[in-house]
């Protein structure tokens, strides 16, 4: 690695940016940034070298919108520092829900808030709470209706990226928590925010995919995207306990009935849905 990164803006229609963002997300693994005329996303210098033709490729593919008229994309190199600057300036405390506040930790967290305090240093993980997949998440959690007494209650975040899901179940009161992503940098990033929120010991963030994982939960959450939720149904299916319930999000309404039948051929009764402009959360009861 050089140190640099590349900030690559692609200009869409506002109606071609949600499926333009999870196909960015899913291919590369990384955030997407709504910006006012469409997209951007910062991919290391190397790390573009061998992908820039995929990239190409994928905003080729994705099916235009009436009227709107052809995309163009920029690449921008910048140092690292300027990439994390970059973070800062966008990630401010942001009330979720009705229990919680995300706050970056470069910011005091508020004293005299009543909400249960997220500290998140995101780093180059998805989930800072800003997006409507994370904050749907969030919600469903707050909304699960788990009774947290005395009886510990068992989570899987699969796919757990900077480890918003898992540290808002801890504050919840979800008492045995596993989360797993296949990506180590965004283990790494998991970790450092657990130790942030004093959670390290509540939470085992694991470098794993679904199918590694040991044992069924009372609750499995998942927020990535549709094409790998359907991959993984069968895996993230079996790690659900029967009478436990499931959670999925980053899926995009056009795709839910997709999702919702694979996950219905597993043994999975649809339960509910939450939706938040062009995006939905499933949930599901075993």
């Known amino acids: 690695m050089n140190g640099n990164w590349t900030r690559i803006d692609i200009t869409c229609g506002a109606d071609s940016a949600d ?47 009436p009227g709107e008229g052809p995309r163009q994309i920029s690449f921008a190199e910048i140092p690292d520092e300027d990439w994390l600057r970059k973070w800062k300036e966008n990630f401010h405390p942001l009330p979720v829900g009705t229990r919680f506040l995300v706050s970056p930790t470069w910011e005091p967290a508020p004293r005299d808030s009543e909400r249960l305090i997220v500290r998140i240093d995101p780093g ?30 068992t989570l899987l975040d699969v796919g757990t990226g900077s480890g918003i899901l898992a540290i808002g179940a801890a504050l ?86 997709l999702v919702c ?5 597993m043994g999975l009764a649809p339960s509910g849905r939450i939706a938040a402009g062009e995006w939905v959360l499933l949930a599901f009861t075993k």
């Open 19 to 65: 499926v333009l963002a999870s196909e960015l997300a899913e291919a590369f693994g990384v955030s997407v940034e709504y910006v006012s005329d469409g997209v951007r996303v910062y991919l290391a210098g190397e790390r573009l070298a061998e992908s820039r033709q995929r990239l190409l490729q994928i905003v080729d593919d994705v099916p235009r919108h």
């Open 172 to 257: 919840l009161g979800f008492k045995e928590i596993t989360a797993v992503d296949n990506d180590p940098e965004a283990v790494e990033t998991a970790k450092e925010n657990a130790l942030l929120n004093g959670l390290e010991h509540r939470i085992q963030i694991l470098c794993q995919t679904p199918s590694e994982v040991e044992g069924q939960f009372d609750a499995v959450i998942s927020n990535i995207e549709s094409g790998p939720l359907i991959r993984m149904a069968g895996a993230i299916a079996s790690k659900v306990r029967a009478g436990g319930r499931l959670a999925l999000s980053g899926i995009l309404l056009e795709q839910a009935g």
């Open 124 to 153: 180059r993980a998805f989930g800072t709470g800003h997006h409507e997949t994370t904050r749907l998440c969030l919600q469903w959690l707050e909304d699960s209706g788990f009774s947290l007494g005395t009886t510990p209650v």
């Open 261 to 265: 039948a694979e996950y219905e051929k």
